[in-house]
């Protein structure tokens, strides 16, 4: 095998569960040879699956993604997209990206590598693939696949979308944030929460563990059962490494 065209991924690994270990796979990218864990480090990472080069709406994502760039770089996160052409088809799609961003004479590459999954091998070892969407030899479409990596290397959010809806990389930052900021604390983020709102303290703590953990008070909502099991605490300051104290 030509192992400028390979990918090295565990033979007939399923679809990747949260709490998996992302493997450390070698893979040729628009920025060199990568094997994910040396690439991501210490950092947070992103991985996201596009059907195919030179499309619409995997244009306008890359696009919006390349815009965001530099907010997920504050959050410490590094990006990998994946798409299942070459990588000579990934450096002239690159222009016409940067073209849609209005940015083709300001810079020549986009601020993330893209590997080249030509062969579908590392789509089908993550479980990117749409049965539903076909190509027109009739072969699954690599899905709009979404994979939060922890430090720790491990599957801590996974959203699949279907090759007709495009993501919406504002909510993708939003759950990193809610992510980073719930790691390692006994707290959850509502429906619609926004850095700054307040949080939720979890139903099973004790108020004298409540009090304790989060010296900016408790406050519960009223309900008809009774129960003070939604309980509330305001966020108290954002430090310049983007923690939230408390």
Known sequence: MNRRNSTTVTPNMPGMLLGDVLPNFQVETTCG???LHEFLGDSWGILFSHPRDF???CTT???RAARLSTEFTKRNVKMIALSID???DHHAWTKDILAYNGEESARCSLPFPIIADSKRELAVALGMLDADEKDKDGVPLTARCVF???PDKKLKLSVLYPATTGRNFDEILRVVDSLQLTAGRQLSTPADWRPGDSVMVPAGMSEEEAASLFPAGV???DLPSGKK???Y???KKKTKNMRVEY
């Open 55 to 57: 499309t619409p709406v």
């Open 229 to 231: 099991y939604l309980r």
């Open 219 to 221: 406050y519960s909502k």
């Open 148 to 150: 939060v990596i922890g």
């Open 86 to 88: 070459s990588l000579e």
């Open 61 to 63: 994502e890359l696009g």
């Open 233 to 235: 605490t305001h966020q």
């Open 33 to 35: 040879q990568i094997k």
